[in-house]
Nanobody, 126 residues
Framework: VQLVESGGGSVQVGGSLRLSCAAS????????VGWFRQAPGKEREGVAG???????KYAEHVKGRFTISRDDAKNALYLQMDSLTPEDSAMYYC?????????????????????WGQGTQVTVSS
């Protein structure tokens, strides 16, 4: 499975971005997938995850601002990010594991995923 992110860029505070992740192969519909981010000098942290049966988990600091969604017909994962702040600046990664479902908390556990994209940079300036 290969994952390729796109949609990053530079925006001002309060702006929006929509990240996309394209997955190869024919197992995507059986995968749990998620978004993670890593800022310089910080650990990679979970942002949002979604299972193939529709369970969703958001990190507390993005609830109400970010929306994760998936389109299995297109092998695609999305992250709509609104009301962005400078603290959201980071490299954003798409991650996946071929397993239809898991506990919601696991969806934000970076150690649980075994497929990763190369990342797309998001920079929010004031």
């Amino acid at each position: 499975v290969q994952l390729v992110e796109s949609g990053g860029g530079s925006v001002q505070v309060g702006g929006s971005l929509r990240l996309s992740c394209a997955a190869s192969g024919d197992t995507y519909s059986d995968m749990c997938v998620g978004w993670f981010r890593q800022a310089p000098g910080k650990e990679r942290e979970g942002v949002a995850g979604i299972s193939s049966d529709g369970q969703i988990k958001y990190a507390e600091h993005v609830k109400g601002r970010f929306t994760i969604s998936r389109d299995d017909a297109k092998n695609a994962l999305y992250l709509q990010m609104d009301s962005l702040t400078p603290e959201d600046s980071a490299m954003y990664y798409c991650a996946g594991r071929v397993l239809p479902s898991t506990a919601r908390l696991t969806l934000l556990d970076r150690a649980w995923y075994n497929y990763w994209g190369q990342g797309t940079q998001v920079t929010v300036s004031s």
